[in-house]
């Protein structure tokens, strides 16, 4: 018989990731194990990054249910410009309509 124990890389601490870098203009949790239920804080912290230009979440597993939430720290980031979504289970339906919903919010036009 075998056992199969497999080991998921801790997820580093969100305010480390920020001490290392109190500024950035760029943050990479491309394939760190996210779950929708880990992103509030995650999410929290990255709303006070107000010179984040590019945010790369690919790889997790964030679902559907990590949108609204989404939205809301995007909301809160001026300078983005680069969101990388792929591979995070969101579904093309529920990404097109917080797209557009972030559009309406921008610019004031009504889809």
């Known amino acids: ?14 305010l ?4 290392k870098d109190p500024d950035p203009l760029t943050l990479n949790l491309t394939n760190k194990n996210l779950l929708s239920r880990d992103s509030a804080p995650l999410l929290q ?3 006070s990054q107000l010179s984040l230009t590019s945010i790369n979440l690919s790889g997790n597993k964030l679902k559907d249910d990590a949108m609204p939430r989404l939205q809301i720290a995007l909301g809160e980031l001026p300078s983005l410009q ?19 919903r972030m559009v309406n919010f921008f610019t004031g036009c009504v889809f």
């Open 1 to 14: 018989m075998y056992v199969w124990v497999m080991f998921i890389e801790p997820l580093p601490s969100v």
């Open 16 to 19: 480390d990731l920020l001490e």
């Open 45 to 47: 912290a990255i709303q």
């Open 82 to 100: 680069h969101l990388d979504l792929s591979s995070t289970g969101i579904s093309h339906q529920v990404y097109r309509l917080a797209v557009l």
